[in-house]
Structure formats: C-alpha cells, structure tokens
C-alpha cells in the first residue's frame, strides 16, 4: 500500500545572483522554508515503523542555514530553481529506494514563491 508523509524544515541563508540586472545581484539574506514529501510503500517501513528520518532533513538545511553566501558555496546561482534541485540530487541519493517532491519557499512574506520538483506519483 502507498505511503506519503510529509515534513517541513526552515534556514537562513544569504545569497547573489551572478548575470543578473536586478536587485538580486546585491548579497541578500532570506528565511527560505523547505517542504519534503516522501512516497513509499508499507513494506518499507522499518522496524522501528519509519518509512523515512525526518533527521535526514534536519542535516540537508544544515547544509545550507547561516553559512555564508550560497551561491558560492554552491559554484552556481542559488536560485529557489537551483535549491530544490539540489536538495531533490541529496534525497534521491540517500533514498532511492523512495519517491519525492520537494518545495523550496523563497520568501514567505509578504508573498509566496516558490520552486517544486518531484516524482511522486
């Protein structure tokens, strides 16, 4: 039987974008929020009844909360598009086994936008 679970984390991160004429090509933070839903199958459940850790996400925003400008640290622009692909690679690599979508919020006030990319079904 098919099971989705769904989980939410939060990080601080500052940012620029390269070959880019707006105000974004200036270093600027942002609160950036990251939605995780899982697919599997009940016969996936561990022992311990987990399909996945949520830990698991804890240790992704790790990657990215205060440290430091991105889109250095990332060697291309941390755009929300290039987020989420990166976290969508590191999910796929320590599941494989599993199915995903991930959402990265770039701003939560005074608007909502955001990139999302998945597989589930």
Known sequence: ????????GWYDAAH??????????NLHGHTYKLEVWVQGDTSQVDKAGIL????LIKEITKQFDHVGNLTELMG???????????????????????????RVYEKLQPKESYAELGDLE
């Open 16 to 25: 620029h974008l390269n070959n880019y004429e707006g105000a974004c090509k």
């Open 1 to 8: 039987m098919k099971l989705t679970i769904h989980t939410e």
């Open 76 to 102: 291309f622009n941390s755009t929300a598009e290039n987020q989420v692909v990166a976290i969508f690679d590191q999910l796929h690599k320590l599941r494989p086994d599993l199915r995903f979508k991930v």
């Open 52 to 55: 996945f850790d949520f830990g």
